[in-house]
């Protein structure tokens, strides 16, 4: 059944309003009045509906049920990656997502290649990111969209890091010294409901931020004696971490 997404406050008197997706189910999909769809609003709820009203700009659903959806994971993963070249961050964004994310903070470090600078660049940086996200929400069945922040410093970023429960950083300095730790450290987190994972650019941490970092007890692991590209980096961690978590 198709899936669309439509803001909260579109969902109300037991009618949803779609806007985004209606010249899509229009002319597209050429949907017709009474065809059943699922609309989701990105707090966790999914609504099965029935089309109403399909016009260029609107299309109105009945609403016929609503349920909690089954499938988010039960904990949360919030990824701090360090500000990558051009697209790669959308390549970040999209398969973070798919794996389960729950948001995203770009973060400026010594190493990165790219500098925002400005808060209004920022913003329209972060606006474009959260488009990559609604997409790839929609497209991979999640009933929630991850949050994509303008980019924050490091220092900004160990600070959130440490207000969850298991902080994590891979660090390639350990995995040259055939260091893997990471299966440890979930072992004894085997618990945990919210995690943090913080990614280098390009360039990985500067000699500085691996040192803060540390200084502040976040949990630093190796990824084994081959270096990853920073774009590999959340899809490899990711996934252990659901699987250690009973989510895969």
């Given amino acids: 059944m198709r899936r669309f997404f439509t803001e909260p406050n579109f ?8 806007f985004e997706d209606s010249k899509h ?24 509906a029935k089309l109403v009203s399909i016009e260029k700009n609107l299309c109105r659903a009945e609403i016929i049920e609503s349920q909690k959806s089954s499938s ?6 919030s990824l701090f990656q360090g500000l990558p070249k051009s697209g790669k961050m959308e390549t970040i964004i ?22 925002i600078k400005g808060s209004a660049a920022g913003e ?3 606006t474009r990111w959260n488009k990559i996200s609604l997409e790839a929400s929609k497209q991979c069945g999640r009933s929630i969209v ?33 260091l893997h730790g990471l299966k440890e450290i979930l072992t004894n987190h085997s618990h945990a409901k919210t995690f943090g994972l913080l990614v280098g650019p390009e360039g990985g941490f500067s000699d500085s931020e691996a040192k803060r ?23 490899a961690v990711i996934p252990v971490i659901m699987y250690q978590s009973d989510e895969f």
């Fill in 11 to 18: 969902i109300k008197d037991g009618i949803a309003e779609i």
């Fill in 25 to 48: 189910i229009e002319k597209v999909l050429r949907m017709n009045v009474g065809d059943s769809i699922l609309v989701f609003d990105g707090t966790g709820t999914e609504y099965l």
């Fill in 72 to 77: 988010e994971p039960k904990i949360s993963v």
């Fill in 94 to 115: 999209q398969k973070a997502v798919e794996l389960g994310v729950y948001e995203i903070f770009p973060v400026i470090m010594d190493r990165s290649v790219v500098q």
């Fill in 124 to 126: 329209e940086k972060a």
């Fill in 146 to 178: 991850p949050k994509v922040y303008p980019p924050i410093t490091f220092d900004e970023a160990i600070k959130k890091l440490n207000s969850l429960e298991v902080p994590l950083m891979p660090y390639e300095e350990l995995g040259h010294q055939g």
């Fill in 213 to 235: 970092a540390l200084d502040h007890g976040i949990n630093t692991f190796g990824l084994g004696p081959r270096i990853l590209r920073t774009e590999t980096v959340a899809s």
